[in-house]
């Protein structure tokens, strides 16, 4: 059963050092996709679409250098995807999911730990399910390499980039009637 991602109650955030000393936090805004799984909500397969230039960290001058060459280059790679290749349930609600994220054309494996809600009907009759998942992942393996060494030793924004999605995906309403 295909379930779609509901974007207005879907965050993709991530958190990264700065200097060494704070972690800048930040989100994608605007996210699409789907995940196959069962009538239990036990998920098979995920397809998700992020909108690189729906970047945001609070700093509008950060958040335009993050969009630009140095980083995303969100108008030439407007996309930011991500594929399941293998999900493993580990008990007790939790999978371990194996993907390729792909940023800027490059595709490079990643791994997610999620944990996913029971299946719920929303007051309108929809079927529903939530996940949260996380995950690092160093952003030069994607070739994000932009950066400048400071006077101590330390990097002005770290290579690893931890991750936090949280999903509610719901069943699409026509799949539901019939």
Known sequence: MQWNLDPSHTTVAFAI????????????????????ADEQGRPSHIDAVIDASSIETGDPQRDGHLRAADFFNAEQYPEIRFTSTTIEALGSNRYR??????????????TLEAEVTPVVKDPWGLTRVGASAEGKLNRKDWGLTWNQVLEMGHLLVGEEVKFNIEVEAVVPAAVQAS
């Open 97 to 110: 999911i194996l993907g390729d994220l792909t940023i800027r054309d490059v595709t490079k494996p990643v």
């Open 17 to 36: 050092k700065h200097m060494g000393i704070f972690t800048v936090r930040g989100q994608f805004k605007q996210v699409r996709g789907s995940v196959e």
